[in-house]
């Protein structure tokens, strides 16, 4: 079968022939249509992401869409390696795979899928939003942020506060009050200190980094005494680590913790972007999406894909 296969660490995808899969009891075989291009996909292509094992030559890709063998619609997540998304086929675990419902193309499911389940499983699973609420998302100009106030408010916050470097990018995100992230660390500090002075129940921080230090130590701040906040980290664009006073974390009431593979079971990741799926399809989520055919692999792949997520489609048989 035709694939995009990396064949050793470091290296770029290139695209060739690969052995077709054959399904195990309990998983699916996929006829893929179309696979998202995501930072998730290349870290593990890369062997620098936390979840890969590291084996290689292996098809590159975390997730699509395709149909089973029955005709029906899927989205897959984490398909058996060596065999990744990208492909003509693929296998994946019954219990990663959800309907893709039918209003909604391939290429839109495939390239909302993945940066729609970091705030979807940040929001659900793991700070477990209240209608009312209020939100932050740090970071919220690239694909993910803006899906991630898209789903804050169809998760019923009240408020929804976006932070970016762009101020005029963030003009457009729908957010409901917005933080431009200068270079000025005092200045930045302040902007955070006037929204969480009125309570702020849930950051989404898609940056990590600078911005992340700055707000935690606004929040130690200028958070009402006894008001929680829970801060789940999905992302870290500005910088992998970060300096935390413990004393932050003592004069507070803030939960600190992650989102992502790990933290979070695959068979839920799986069942939750089907209902972001189905969400999307009905309440009109949007995200800007190029198609590419998979055959342009190598070139595409090393392409900035700034606000728009780039999905290979790939032709059945």
Sequence with gaps: ?????VRAAGQSPVYGDFAEPTAAPGENLITVTAAALSPLAKARAAGT????????????????????????????LLPRAPWGAMAEFAV???????????????????????????????LKER??????????????????????????KHFGAKKVIATGRNAEALRAVGADATIVLVDDEAALEDSFKLYLADGIDVVVDYLWGKSAERLLAAAAKALPDGAPLRYVEVGAASGPAIALPGAVLRSKTIALMGSG?????LDRLAADIGELLQA?????????????????????????????????????R
């Design 261 to 265: 593979l790990g933290s979070v079971p």
């Design 49 to 76: 992401h936390y979840s890969v094992s590291g084996a290689f030559p292996a098809v590159v890709g975390v997730d699509g869409v395709g149909r089973l063998d029955d005709g029906r619609r899927v989205y897959f």
């Design 92 to 122: 994946a675990p019954v219990a990663h795979c959800a309907p893709a419902p039918d209003g909604l193309d391939d290429v839109t499911a495939a390239a909302i899928a993945n940066p729609g389940m970091s705030s979807w499983a940040a």
């Design 280 to 316: 999307a399809a009905t309440s009109g989520f949007t995200i800007p999406a190029k198609a590419v055919p998979l055959s342009d692999v190598e070139r595409a792949w090393g392409e900035g894909d700034g606000a728009r997520r780039t999905v290979f489609t790939i032709g059945a």
């Design 1 to 5: 079968m035709k694939a995009a296969i």
């Design 127 to 152: 700070a477990k939003l209240k209608a009312g609420e209020t939100v932050l998302i740090n970071g919220a100009t690239g694909s993910a942020g803006r899906l991630a106030v898209q789903i804050a």
